[in-house]
Structures are given as C-alpha cells and as structure tokens.
C-alpha cells in the first residue's frame, strides 16, 4: 500500500543551473528568514537537492544576495536587508491605515466577548427549572400554611378561651410580683454594698460582677400601660 501511495504522487521536476538559483533566491526573498541548506531543499519539496541547495546558497552569499552567518557547525543564509528596496510611503501609510481598522476591530471585539462573558455568568448564577420548581414550592407551602392561620380570624373564632386568658392573667400577676419582689431585694443589697463606693465604682463594680441592668425597652415596659398598678388593682378588685 505505501509503494502504491508513492508511486501515486506527483514527482517534482529537479532544478538545475540558473532555474535552481533563482528558486532558491525567491524563496529566501519570500521567506526573508533564517535557513540552512537543509531546511531550503526541503522546503522546495526537493526539487533543489541538499548539496545543489548548499553550493547556490554559498555562491549567493558570495555575490552579495545573502548574508552568511556560521553558529557552532552549523551555516545559516538569510536575505541581505541591504539589497532589500524601501517600502513606498503610500504602501506604508496604506498598512498603517489597514492596522488601525484592525485594532479597532480588535477592541470592539474585545469588548463584546467582556461583554458575553458577563451575560454568561449571570446565566450561571440564575436558578435551574429545577431550582425555581423547588423554590416556588416553598412559597406555595408557606402561603398555604399562613392562609391556615388567617382561616381563624375571618371565621371570627376566638384563638383563645376565656379559661387560658383567666389563666395568663394569673400568671402574670404571680410572675409579675415575684420579679418586682426580688428586685426590691436586689436594690436593697446593692444599695448597702456600694454606699461607700462613687458613682463610678459602683458602676464598675457591677461590670465586674456581670451585672445586668434594666434597659431603655424595660423601663418604657414598667412605666406603659400593661404594668399600671391601677391594672393589676382593678383585676383584683373582681
């Protein structure tokens, strides 16, 4: 199969002489690069053999069409940048013009794949279908569940007997007295053990032993209507 293969491609005609020369002198212009023997045999699919290819690249140089440069054991050939002709102003202002649209090009492509790659992140942070069925699941659940406790009070049904309000009421009373007891008591110790003390180390003496005082929201409590004394009176007088 691989001599078929062989036999099936075209062969390259050979150069010889003067055509072989001005090959190799066309594509190092072309190239306008680096080459050895080697490479520019190979890169002209043979049709200048290795050691042809190293006798035109030396006669090139020799002429002044080439430029010889030895690395280690290895000889490369590029093209004399002297022998090179100027490039018009009209051709260069041309691809000056031609490199600006393609930078602006570049710029507005740019800016719209910056752009793109916001959309797809906000894509990837938006919920699945799966995600938005189990969210608004949860909300039809809690919905339902606060329709429940609404049902209730549009019916007008009370939320409590009469018995569990006797008993809340008794409650607070008992517990009420009983913080209003040990207060007192609190107040009266306090009082004999800072006498001696200044305001200040009095207060620092309570910081000390983690002494929680009675806030803003309890005194507005203690002085509002729910704990009037004339209430718990009035309950009592029944």
Known sequence: MATKSKAGEAKVAVLKGKDAEEKVLEYMK??????GAVDVS??????????????IL?????????????????????????????????????????????????????????????EVAKLKSTPTDE???????????????????????????????????????????RWRGEWTRRRKIFNTFWGLATDALTPQQATELGEDLGVEWDTAEHVALERGELCAPTRVLGKRRR
Not at 78 to 85: K, P, T
């Open 131 to 173: 995600e938005l069925a189990t969210e608004i699941e949860k909300v039809a659940n809690a919905i339902k569940k606060a329709r429940a406790h609404l049902e209730p009070l549009r019916a007008g049904t009370p939320l409590i007997s009469a018995e569990e309000t006797a008993q809340l009421e008794r409650d607070w009373v």
């Open 30 to 35: 072309r190239m306008n690069r680096p080459f």
């Open 58 to 118: 030396v006669a090139l140089a020799e002429r002044g069409d080439l430029v010889q440069k030895t690395c280690g054991k290895t000889t490369f050939f590029v093209v004399n940048q002297a022998n090179l002709e100027d490039m018009p102003a009209e051709k260069l202002a041309g691809l000056e013009a031609e490199y600006k649209n393609v930078d602006e090009e570049n710029k507005a492509l740019t800016a719209e794949a910056r752009s793109l790659a916001g």
């Open 42 to 55: 190979a890169n002209l699919k043979g049709a200048v053999p290795k050691t042809a290819a190293q006798k």
